[in-house]
């Protein structure tokens, strides 16, 4: 089943809102006519799981990198927000080829890695970027990228024994905070009073199925609100992935297993988890995968042959109802914000481009844009 | 064993694509659109795709150990000192690694491994023929098959760290010329005692092996065609980077050019103008011999095509890019008389798609190699 | 679904051997005997093989340092801090450990996974049992079930290594006994709290695990190798009030009476290994022999992956060769390491009601030669 697309007729922006789909008899008042015809209209694309802006391109491995803080394990005050350069290469990968929001969140380094903000891809300063309806994120990772890191420092937790203990002694210690009468007021306590007032929702990075389950385990024993970022593993067991009624955003899937931790890297897990009824969404981790190769996934997920609306969900609904952004965008529906990307074909195409993308009604880039540059 | 193969789109590579036919006999190629036999086992393509296996003229499966620990399974650079053209990729590969099988299944039937870029000269690499069925010898199309150098940012930043003798890239360039100018005081020396690490590198001053170079940066690529000018030695381009801001050069000397792997962050400086028009620039420019490389692991090595796909999308002809995965591979190892296009007498390594090679949405359904069935996705999988 | 299993000698643990038949439901042995007379769904054949309770590996690693990964999956000891006893095993348990299924096939389905032995406080364990799943929460016997202590060497090693307390062992009871203290003071600060009526801001979860230590819900589980290493062990029992069991007591013979008086059950081994260490010099089979003679409550570890748990018959069968009485080896293997991890209610021998955690060897377990060929959930294996 194809999904009705907006193909030759166009749709009236007004100020940043979509106001009106028109058909050629619409005679509203109007500055300007965007004629789309023999285009394919498609919502902005939407990438759930990034660091641009804070682990930035071409600046070489040092002078860019502000996307791990490794000097504690749990670092809860830390904000995206104030690592990132909104003139990365990587942010404007974003707009050129076709993504309009992106999620941006510390790295995985640490047990708690602070707090992750959401930003359309357009604009100087972040502040103005940042879409405000999205729900309040705390970066979290479990498994091997924390041990790596803190084994190599001989500090705790060198082992994962130590890593669910980590976060339990945080949330033990926001649970205290929260019921101490006489508390001063401290930035790490209150993000994380915040996720035990579900006010924020926990991206957790992992990818063993082990490490899911303590994840499961520490998040019953707390109750708190969690998606599972990556979940390499998790498609290897479909009953337990049913129990866990949790968002999943799966990716970066364009890799080579580098581990052992990858070894259960595939797009078939996309495949397995949709049809178990999970909300998929799909991350590039850019700059892993940078964002102007953003569609490449789209075209593998595509060999195994879903139902294409399904594949550019994973791109746009599904990532704004996990960021709990949908009524804002994810797609082009009246009252919603005006990004939508403009292609010369079926995006499905490879040889289609993305002629133009849009943000909040402007037109910010494309392909044609990235060329001149 | 013969047998044919009927019904297909035949894209031959080297010509038009066609509706026909193929008779394999003894794993090769024997006729094309062969009148019917009876008695001849005959498989019904239903009107799929053919296309000649796809040729990776550069990565390191197997000497990268795929999905297991990097520490104990990292055989691809030898990084303990900076020439080392005695070291064959051939010694550091693990027979058995998943890499083999995830190539397979994506349709690369023929591989070039090399060693890493982590030195200045790093060593052999070799050409294997991406077939389960043979014995590991037996795979082996060429021991030798190009001498691995590099040059830029990677030899440094080993090198400062490991050997300590490399801190800029005037040293790397050193490095190069001290170790071939070694070579050839060895070779007028008398009574001399054999010498592997000598031996190589004449045979790269004798045209014997050609020099395959890691060089991303512009300034880097004219650094090593004055080193290779020089000794008067042969040379292929490995990533060129940066190769679309001056193909002039490489038009005037005929430089062979492997460009990729196109789909990794601009994440170290000398890879900031990768760019993916280069290899349309370069077919503008006049240069024919282009291919294209994933150097998997950087990128998986079922991006081959993806890059092809996608240099189309930035205006390379369709042509060239299935030349630059198939033929033009095959030619810069050498081995272009046996793999790398549908042709009557070359081995019968080949892929049936259910779309065109060039859409990456296209799944490989079959994959032939020296005419034998080697693997099919309906029954063991696709593996992405 | 009712399974019957007949033509078997079962070897009960509680009864002497007999030729007899089981009736297998829901998990659980219905009903024992030499004929079963129930109505039954399907019928196994046992091929007059021995049919035995699983065993249990009352002390193992098993899953925290998974086969043929390295360094990347060592999650058996939290060097980082001596005093760690809000880590637990069941966090870092890998459940498609390779380990677990061959130790399966050598007849062992249940064990007891503890952290290492580098902390004088260690952290929680807990108890799997062998299932084909590959999640961790289908494997649960028991969370929680003991607080991982440890004496002698290996902390004064690990930690004299970063000029750090302990560096002897006066300072390893030093840190264990400063740990009891610090929980003897929450537990009072907790019930001031509570008799004033006021909110109790402070939770610590290290001192929580001391609360229940102090409380006697779980034991101390603590390694010992060296004769005055377990007297300093009992004597901390005594001094907070805590249970005990004591790890390895490779040294045991040496302070038997004491060991018998102060009540504390041991765990046994791995004597099937080389002396590294200086506090192993003395280490010797018969201790075994020793320890079924004093009748305290016993145990054969096999320490995994010090020893393999796959061939921990062989130790309880080299413990025979030293003297050892061979129904009590099997004891040891079963409702013993039941009894101190006190599972005992479900598993350690073959009786109505309890678990049917199985196997059917097809000859004596500590011949060398002879294989699991059945057990309750894998069926019929093959090695």
Redesign the interface.
Same mark, same amino acid.
């Given at each position: 089943m194809e999904r009705p697309r907006f193909e030759t007729t166009g749709f009236f922006c007004g100020g940043r809102e979509i106001i009106w789909f028109f058909s050629l008899s619409f005679t509203g008042p109007h500055d300007e006519v965007l004629n789309l015809s023999g285009h394919y209209v498609y919502p902005g694309l939407i990438d759930p799981h990034t660091h641009v802006g804070l682990l930035e391109?071409?600046?070489?491995?040092f002078a860019g990198d502000d996307v791990n803080e490794t000097t504690s394990p749990a670092t809860p005050g830390v904000r995206a927000i104030d690592g990132i350069n909104p003139m990365d290469?990587?942010i404007r990968n974003a707009r050129n080829y076709g993504v309009t929001t992106v999620c941006v969140m510390p790295g995985s380094a640490n047990v708690i890695g602070g707090e992750g903000v959401v930003i359309k891809t357009a604009g100087k300063s972040v502040d103005g970027m940042v879409v405000s309806s999205a729900r309040k994120i705390v970066k979290m990772a479990f498994g091997r990228n924390i041990t790596w890191t803190w084994s190599k420092k001989e500090k705790y937790p060198s082992t994962r024994l130590a890593v669910g203990a980590v976060l339990r002694e945080k949330l033990n210690a926001a649970k205290n905070y929260m019921a101490n009468p006489e508390r001063v007021c401290t930035y790490e306590m209150e993000v994380l009073a915040n996720l035990l007032k579900k006010e924020a929702i926990a991206r957790i990075h992992v990818a063993n199925l082990e490490d899911i389950e303590t994840i499961a385990r520490i998040a019953r024993e707390f109750d708190f609100d969690y998606v599972l970022d990556h979940a390499t593993a998790l498609h290897t067991n479909v009953e337990f992935a049913k129990t866990l009624k949790v968002p999943v955003i799966l990716g970066p899937l364009?890799?080579?297993?580098?581990?052992?931790q990858?070894?259960d890297v595939?797009?078939?897990s996309v495949k397995i988890l949709l049809e178990a009824g999970l909300l998929v969404s799909v991350m590039s981790d850019?700059?892993?995968?940078?964002l102007?190769?953003v569609r490449?996934q789209l075209?593998?997920i595509?060999?195994?042959?879903l139902d294409r609306s399904d594949i550019l969900d994973l791109f746009t609904e599904n990532p704004a109802k996990t960021l709990g952004i949908e009524k804002q965008t994810g797609s082009l529906g009246i009252g919603k914000d005006a990004d939508f990307i403009v292609l010369d074909g079926d995006i499905?195409d490879?040889?289609s481009?993305i002629r133009s993308t849009y943000i909040n009604g402007n037109a910010v880039g494309g392909e044609d844009y990235e060329?001149d540059s | 064993m013969k047998w044919i193969l009927k019904n297909a789109i035949l894209h031959p590579v080297t010509a038009e694509a066609f509706r026909g036919s193929l008779l394999i006999d003894k794993g090769k190629i024997a006729q094309i659109n062969p009148p019917e036999r009876k008695g001849t086992q005959t498989f019904d393509a239903n009107g799929h795709h053919l296309f000649p296996g796809i040729v990776e003229e550069h990565c390191h499966i197997g000497t990268?150990g795929?999905? @297991?620990?990097? @520490?104990?399974d990292q055989d691809t650079n030898e990084w303990s000192e900076p020439i080392t053209p005695e070291m064959q990729a051939l010694d550091g590969i693990k027979i058995f690694d998943?890499?083999f099988r995830m190539a397979l299944a994506n349709g690369i039937t023929t591989l070039n491994i090399f060693p890493g870029s982590g030195s200045p000269i790093t060593g052999v690499g070799v050409a294997l023929k991406n077939d389960p069925s043979l014995r590991f010898e037996e795979r082996i199309l060429i021991k030798e098959s190009g001498l691995k150098m590099a040059f830029g940012e990677n030899p440094k930043s080993v090198h400062s760290k490991t050997s300590k003798t490399i801190q800029t890239r005037m040293a790397t360039a050193a490095l190069i010329r001290k170790a071939f100018q070694d070579a050839l005081n060895y070779e007028k020396k008398k009574d001399k005692e054999y010498n592997r690490r000598m031996e190589i590198l004449l045979k790269v001053l004798k045209g014997e092996l050609t020099a395959h170079v890691h060089v991303h940066r512009a300034d880097d690529i004219q650094t090593i065609i004055r080193i290779a000018d020089e000794f008067g030695f042969k040379i292929h381009l490995e990533h060129a980077t940066e190769a679309h801001l001056i193909p002039k050069i490489i038009v005037e000397r005929q430089i062979p050019v492997a460009v990729g792997p196109m789909? @990794?962050?601009?994440?170290?400086?000398e890879v900031?103008n990768r760019s993916?028009?280069t290899p349309a620039i370069l077919e503008r420019a006049g240069v024919k011999d282009l291919s294209l490389i994933t150097d998997?692991?950087?990128?998986?090595?079922?991006?081959l095509p993806?890059e092809a796909?996608?240099a189309?999308?930035y205006g390379l002809s369709e042509d060239l890019a299935l030349r630059a995965i198939t033929i033009n591979p095959a030619k810069n190892l050498g081995l272009d008389h046996r793999i790398g296009s549908l042709e009557v007498g070359k081995d019968a390594d080949m892929i049936l798609l259910d779309r065109e090679l060039?859409?990456? @949405?296209?799944?490989v359904l079959y994959v032939w190699t020296n005419g034998n069935l080697s693997y099919d996705t309906e029954k063991e999988?696709?593996v992405? | 679904m009712r399974k019957k299993i007949t033509n078997v000698t079962i070897h009960s643990i509680v009864q002497k051997p007999y030729k007899g038949e089981l009736i297998i439901e829901d998990g659980k042995i219905a009903e024992v005997g030499k004929t079963c007379s129930q109505t039954v769904d399907e019928v196994i054949d046992g091929k007059g093989g021995l049919c035995f309770p699983g065993f249990i590996d009352a002390h193992s690693h098993i899953g925290l340092n998974a086969e043929g990964?390295?360094?990347?999956y060592d999650d058996v000891n939290e060097m980082t801090n001596p005093v760690t006893p809000e880590v637990r095993t069941e966090d870092a348990f890998v459940p498609t450990d390779a380990a677990l299924k061959e130790s399966a096939l050598g007849g062992v389905l249940v064990h007891c996974v503890l952290t290492g032995s580098a902390n004088p406080v260690g952290g929680l364990a807990f108890i799997v049992r062998h299932t084909p799943s590959n999640l961790t929460g289908d494997k649960v016997v028991q969370r929680d079930v003991g607080l991982k202590m440890a004496t002698g060497e290996n902390p004064k090693r690990v930690y004299g290594a970063k000029n750090q307390m302990p560096v002897t062992r006066m300072g390893t009871a030093a840190v264990i006994r400063k740990y009891l203290q610090d929980g003897k003071n929450y537990i009072e600060k907790k019930a001031k709290a509570e008799k004033e009526k006021k909110p109790f801001f402070e939770t610590d979860l290290k001192l929580e695990i001391a609360e229940k230590v102090l409380k006697k819900i779980i034991p101390v589980r603590i390694h010992c190798h060296r004769s005055e290493d377990m007297l300093t062990a009992i004597r901390i029992k005594e001094e907070f009030g805590i249970r005990m069991v004591i790890e390895h007591a490779t040294e045991y013979l040496k302070v038997r009476e004491e060991i018998k008086k102060s009540g504390v059950p041991v765990i046994l081994g791995p004597f099937m290994s080389c002396r590294p260490k200086v506090e192993l010099k003395d280490m010797t089979y018969k201790t075994y022999k020793g320890a079924l003679e004093d009748g305290v409550l016993m145990a054969c570890m096999s320490d995994h992956p010090v020893f393999p748990s796959q061939v921990l018959r062989l130790q309880a069968g080299m413990a025979v060769a030293y003297g050892a009485d061979e129904e009590g080896m099997f004891r040891a293997l079963t409702i013993m390491p039941a009894q101190i991890l006190g599972i005992d209610q479900d598993f350690g021998s073959i009786e109505k009601g309890k678990q049917a955690s199985l196997c059917i060897w097809d000859g004596h377990p500590f011949d060398a030669r002879s294989r699991v060929i059945w057990n309750d959930q894998d069926s019929w294996t093959t090695l």
């Open positions: 391109e071409e600046t070489g491995n290469a990587g364009n890799v080579a297993g580098k581990s052992f990858s070894y595939t797009f078939a850019a700059p892993v995968i940078p102007n190769l490449l075209f593998l595509d060999r195994y042959r499905f490879y040889r481009r060329m | 990268h795929e999905k @297991t620990n990097q @520490t104990a998943f890499g789909f @990794t962050a601009k994440y170290k400086i900031n993916l028009q998997h692991p950087v990128i998986p090595i079922w991006n993806i796909s996608m189309v999308h060039l859409d990456p @949405t296209h799944r999988g696709m992405l | 990964y390295g360094f990347e």
